[in-house]
């Protein structure tokens, strides 16, 4: 995700660009989580994602369609340099 960045800008352009990227992730799922909580009683819906966590639902496997995707993106935004 993050090739090439380094040997054309530097590393500090390569950990910003990270940071950005962590930055974004960690707001598209505040707002997933927000508006999840907004459908409904909140105590209903925590069991349900309770329900989730437990069975594995919300598990990434090799299995998930976009697994390898998600481990490109986990591979660029936790590797030090």
């Not at 069991?47 to 697994?67: E, R």
């Amino acid at each position: 995700m993050f090739e090439g960045i380094e040997a054309k800008f530097g590393k500090e352009k390569l950990e910003s660009e990270r940071v950005q990227v962590r930055q974004i992730t960690i707001n598209q799922g505040t707002a997933m989580v927000d508006q999840f909580i907004a459908r409904g009683e909140k105590s209903a819906l925590c069991a349900k994602v309770d329900q989730g966590l437990t069975s594995g639902y919300f598990d990434i496997t090799p299995k998930f369609p976009l697994y390898p995707k998600a481990m490109v993106l986990v591979d660029a935004v936790t590797k030090k340099a």
